[in-house]
Nanobody, 126 residues
Framework: QVHLVESGGGSVQAGGSLRLSCAASGYTDTTNCMGWFRQAPGKEREGVAAIYTSSRHTYYADSVKGRFTISQDNAKNTVYLQMNSLKPEDTAMYYC???????????????????WGQGTRVTVST
């Protein structure tokens, strides 16, 4: 079991920045990849960014490329999502998730990671 706790959400004006954190605990040695997902009101959950924990290879949704950066600190068992140039359409509940299998990208696209946090809300105003 992997336990995930997100933090760092809040309200910001368009063009601003936020950094989300996801602290992982439990059987984190078996985690192959970590990801950030988001769900806006009335919309389906979508993948935002993912990172392979060993290679640190990253994957991003087209909508956030060049603006968001996912990174990890293995010593702290923490994954971050640095969000710059935020837009009102980035407003959503953001979730951290972990996956043990090797199908990181496939499961990222399908939103099917195994372990999930409770989420942190991000609101971007005009």
């Amino acid at each position: 079991q992997v336990h995930l706790v997100e933090s760092g959400g809040g309200s910001v004006q368009a063009g601003g920045s936020l950094r989300l954190s996801c602290a992982a605990s439990g059987y984190t040695d078996t985690t192959n990849c970590m990801g950030w997902f988001r769900q806006a009101p009335g919309k389906e959950r979508e993948g935002v960014a993912a990172i392979y924990t060993s290679s640190r290879h990253t994957y991003y949704a087209d909508s956030v490329k060049g603006r968001f950066t996912i990174s990890q600190d293995n010593a702290k068992n923490t994954v971050y999502l640095q969000m710059n140039s935020l837009k009102p359409e980035d407003t959503a509940m953001y979730y951290c998730a972990a996956e043990n299998s090797g199908a990181c990208v496939d499961k990222f696209i399908k939103g099917q990671y195994t372990y999930w946090g409770q989420g942190t809300r991000v609101t971007v105003s005009t």
